[in-house]
């Protein structure tokens, strides 16, 4: 069964699915939703390597502010998505994001004080 999380992604950025099946393969069955998002940082991190980052690119970052909604979606955001991220994909992708990614990236930046931050108030989550 795929987990809801990678779910939202499948369906908000179909070309995500090779990569997807192709970790489901290697894990010889469900990879977890950690790995998915792992996966899924490869490929933003591909897509913002273009100009314009095309429109998989929106698709992907408002399916991704939606898991951040969710309490487990959260961790996955910030924990397996935003710290797969290289610094400097994660300052080009920070202006595209909703409220709720950039306030993970706060946090996996350490800019504030919470399960990875120092300064600043904890995150509720």
């Not at 502010?65 to 309490?71: D, F, I, K, L, Q």
Request: hydrophobic share 50%; net charge negative; with cysteine.
């Amino acid at each position: 069964m795929i987990p809801p999380d990678v779910l939202a992604i499948l369906d908000a950025v179909p070309a995500f699915a090779p990569g997807y099946l192709a970790a489901v393969a290697e894990a010889d069955g469900d990879p977890g939703a950690p790995a998915a998002f792992t996966e899924l940082a490869e490929v933003v991190a591909g897509l913002l390597a273009r100009p314009d980052g095309g429109p998989a690119l929106g698709r992907c970052l408002a399916a991704v502010e939606s898991v951040a909604a969710t309490p487990d979606g959260a961790e996955l955001v910030a924990w397996a998505f935003l710290d797969s991220l290289g610094p400097d994909d994660r300052a080009r992708l920070r202006p595209r994001c909703g409220a709720r990614t950039v306030a993970l990236l706060d946090e996996v930046e350490g800019r504030v004080e919470g399960r990875g931050g120092a300064g600043g108030e904890a995150l509720p989550w």
